[in-house]
């Protein structure tokens, strides 16, 4: 059986993912920097490991390969980000260039590598993650908002190229309960006050964008591609006060 590769495996959404791949039956291969986490994850969901940084291209390509193995690849997730939150004149150089490199550049040199992989497996296919501060702008947000931005342009660009041998979808979450935004959320004032702005009232949880990437990597989805989607409680395209 083919593996899907996730990257950020270790990761509250990455994590979820696999659990859900697990449980179906799927073979999910877990990338990530941290081997401790990773092989937590692992033994719960049977899944390999790959110790990466996906700032490093020659790693993610190792990774890629210890993954496809002899097999090829039945998916890809780039459930990989960050949360840089400056005004445009706090931002340095280097703030640009790593949430670009880990964002963006990573997402891009990890499909440069599976794509031989994924093009061998009927139905394969790709989830690559954005933010809805793509779709919905927000202030402090021009670094990351710009990043994840090129992926939604890099999601759009490769479900073309690669058509229709692999599809390439790409979910775009809005502020979600993980450890990464853990900074923005263990303010239960501000966190209530964030989800008060959602039409569904509430923050995001791993699980909700986890069971949306399981459906896109399926063949349930086989008619889809070139997509990007929110999951995001309504906030990039409803307003329900004012």
């Known amino acids: 059986m083919a593996s899907i590769i996730i990257f950020g495996g270790a990761g509250a959404i990455g994590s979820a993912i696999a659990r859900r791949l697990a449980a179906r039956g799927d ?60 005004p445009l004149g706090s ?21 440069k590598a599976a794509t031989p992989h994924l093009k061998v497996v009927d139905g394969a296919s790709v989830v690559l993650f954005s933010t809805v501060a793509v779709r919905q702008g927000f202030a402090a947000h021009a670094s990351v908002s710009m990043a994840k931005g090129a992926v939604e342009g890099l999601t759009l660009a490769l479900a073309a190229e690669l058509a229709p041998k692999v599809r390439v979808n790409c979910i775009a979450p809005s502020l979600t309960r993980t450890p990464l935004a853990e900074g923005l959320t263990r303010n239960e004032a501000l966190a209530k006050g964030v989800a008060e702005a959602h039409a569904l009232r509430r923050l995001g949880e791993a699980d909700d964008s986890a069971g949306l990437a399981a459906f896109l990597l399926g063949p349930e989805a086989g008619w889809i591609t070139g997509q990007v989607m929110g999951v995001d409680g309504g906030r990039s395209t409803l307003r329900t006060k004012g």
């Open 91 to 111: 931002l340095t150089e280097a703030d640009f260039e790593r949430d670009w490199r880990v964002n963006a550049l990573g997402a891009a040199l990890a499909l």
């Open 27 to 86: 073979r999910p291969h877990l990338a990530g920097r941290d081997r401790d986490k990773l092989d937590a994850v692992a033994r719960e969901t049977g899944a390999g490991v790959s110790v990466c940084d996906v700032t490093d291209g020659a790693a993610v390509a190792a990774a890629v390969a210890e993954a496809a193995g002899s097999d090829g690849l039945a998916g890809l997730v780039y459930a990989v980000g960050t949360i840089n939150l400056k």
